[in-house]
């Protein structure tokens, strides 16, 4: 048998490394399409709207990822939560809440649909038209949506906890033991003419006056214990101070306003309602930013006030867990887009008014919890020892 010429072996050589260069490069190019297609895959399985059927004349997909899926600025600025909150709080309602999917619409378009007309107050004719939906299926969404929700309170109410011994909080290190402050705040509603007059405020309006507690991290705490116990509330002075009730003197100078231009406490009193404002301003501040999220509660709604009082329940619950599961609260020290709303200014107003009656001495205030010369002693106490260690300091 003939040997091949050196020229001849050499050819089949590069030959056959042109191939394995080739089929290397085939390979690659499958792989890279391979992975490129698992990460297509992947991500539109995490963007795309979880709807679990199919609608010939409606593309339910499109409608839900406009407003959630799109991007997470889309779905604050619709739903006032991000699109991994969102989907969360959907697992939550279903496993938790007992919220289902009807026959024609997913848990996921349910609870879109809920938080977009709370969060904006948007009528029932309007959600029709944005949806595509009944006005039926509307009502009965919200009805289902806000049981689900007010069904996770054990989940989402915070729990009390006492200010420890060693806080460094500024704010509250002084309230050794305080669980929070609590306040009210009027959500403005539509009654029948007949029960107009007991929801009727000083101002004339027509509201519910919703009673609020957080913490200081200024989430809201509404299933308590009992009032019994070592633990108290910081209150204004609406209130008075009495077992679990640790309001300000009367007569003193107490709001934030009073303390700028470089004017300093003087006695222990007013160094007293100075800490005491500044740590209880966080109730305010928490009515504040649960308004400029929610603007069903900025404003008359039309719904029946029982349902109403159930929205608003609703609200506190879904604001808890915002603040829990976002790592930077968009509503917080900013006011709502569109309505110029600073949620801090109603509730100055009401504080304003609230000192002026007890001046007068013509003020409504809470009787039935009574004053003890022991809750008296252990406030001017607290006060004497906040202006001790401040005139050691300055």
């Not at 944005?130 to 009502?139: D, L, M, Q, V, W």
């Not at 001046?359 to 809470?366: K, M, T």
Request: net charge neutral.
């Amino acid at each position: 048998m003939a040997r091949l010429s050196l020229t001849t072996h050499k050819r089949k050589q590069r030959r056959r490394r042109l191939i394995l260069i080739w089929w290397q490069q085939l390979i690659t190019t499958i792989s890279l399409l391979i992975l490129s297609l698992y990460i297509w895959i992947y991500k539109y399985i995490i963007d795309k709207p979880r709807i679990g059927y199919f609608s010939s004349k409606i593309d339910r997909y499109s409608i839900l990822h406009r407003y959630v899926f799109e991007s997470d600025n889309m779905a604050i600025s619709q739903v006032r939560m991000n699109r991994a909150c969102f989907i969360k709080l959907c697992d939550m309602l279903k496993e938790f809440g007992g919220l289902q999917p009807s026959r024609n619409m997913d848990v996921d378009e349910q609870v879109a649909i809920f938080l977009h007309i709370i969060a904006h107050n948007v009528k029932n004719r309007v959600i029709r038209c944005r949806f595509h939906r009944s006005g039926e299926t509307i009502s009965r969404c919200v009805s289902r949506v806000c049981s689900a929700v007010i069904r996770l309170h054990s989940r989402l109410f915070k729990k009390p906890e006492p200010v420890s011994e060693n806080s460094s909080d500024q704010k509250w290190k002084w309230f050794k033991n305080c669980l929070g402050a609590l306040d009210g705040t009027y959500i403005r509603c539509l009654v029948p003419i007949e029960e107009k007059p007991k929801y009727r405020t000083r101002k004339g309006e027509i509201a519910t006056n919703v009673l609020g507690v957080c913490s200081p991290d200024m989430q809201f705490i509404f299933v308590l214990p009992g009032w019994e116990g070592p633990g108290y509330y910081l209150v204004d002075a609406g209130y008075t101070n009495g077992e679990g009730f640790l309001a300000p003197y009367r007569g003193q100078r107490y709001h934030l306003n009073d303390w700028r231009d470089g004017y300093k406490p003087t006695t222990p009193k007013e160094l007293f309602n100075m800490r005491h404002s500044s740590a209880r301003n966080v109730i305010e501040r928490c009515f504040g930013v649960l308004k400029a999220r929610w603007g069903i509660l900025r404003d008359h709604s039309y719904y029946p006030i029982d349902q109403k009082n159930r929205i608003i329940m609703a609200c506190c619950l879904l604001h808890n867990f915002i603040r829990k599961e976002m790592p930077k609260d968009p509503f917080e020290d900013v006011e709502d887009e569109g309505t110029g709303y600073n949620g801090d200014e109603d509730e100055d107003e009401d504080e304003d008014e609230d000192e002026d009656e007890d001046e007068d001495g013509n003020g409504d205030y809470i009787t039935c919890i009574d004053t003890s010369n022991e809750w008296t002693s252990f406030r001017n106490n607290l006060a004497e020892s906040m202006f001790d260690s401040w005139n050691a300091t300055n």
